[in-house]
């Protein structure tokens, strides 16, 4: 997606709503996010929007992945990358930057993608890949021709056992196939589904504006069974 190629009115709304903010576990990067000073941070619903901004908002487990990431390039070095549920884009930007051969955000969402194009214009990089389309269940041949993806990131898609479930069982037929997977969560109820199928590799202490739920943040290595 190139910037020249947004629709000037979305550009403007996140420009207009959000601010570029260095606070999170990732103080190397800007990013367009909301606050208690935002317009959009007290609203039920947002006008002009179809989805919730949820990309808005830098997720605990978004944050663990992208630290884990920066904290380990040879992760992503000269290997093809997939974000899914990228968000703000985070982790598609800090895979660029550490030289990965391609990195891919994806989300269903395509405002996020929008606002990811403008996270890589802060901070000076190439914009990543960008998918819009919801990914989870599908084939691993409708995936991969997508770069035949070496490694794969999921953030905060524990919030319900279904989804859960249906994430699971997709990153299953991922792994089979030899993508290596890593699921970024704080701690919600829906891990209690992959409890046996997960290694913990990171943790990481959140700050009190992070989240008023959880203390921590965590990454974990999903394991082929």
Known sequence: MN???LPKHITNLIKDNTKAKTKYL???????LIDETSPWYYKAKVEHLQLDPFWSVYWPGGQALT????????????RTVLDV???????????TQLQSKRAICNDIDMVALAATALN??????????LVCMDLIGREPVQVLPFNET???????MFYDEDTATRVLNWCQEL???????????????GLEVAKNRLLQVASYPLQDTDSSEFTSTSVYQFLFS
């Open 3 to 5: 910037l020249r190629c």
């Open 26 to 32: 990732i103080p190397e990067l800007r990013l367009h």
């Open 67 to 78: 630290r884990f990431v920066m904290d380990n390039p040879p992760l992503v070095r000269g």
């Open 85 to 95: 549920g990228s968000g703000c884009g985070a982790l598609g930007i800090a895979a």
């Open 120 to 129: 890589a214009q802060l901070n000076g990089t190439v914009c990543p890949g």
């Open 150 to 156: 070496d490694v794969m990131f999921l953030g905060d």
């Open 175 to 189: 792994a089979q196939i030899g993508v290596e997977i890593y699921i970024g969560d704080p701690g919600r109820w």
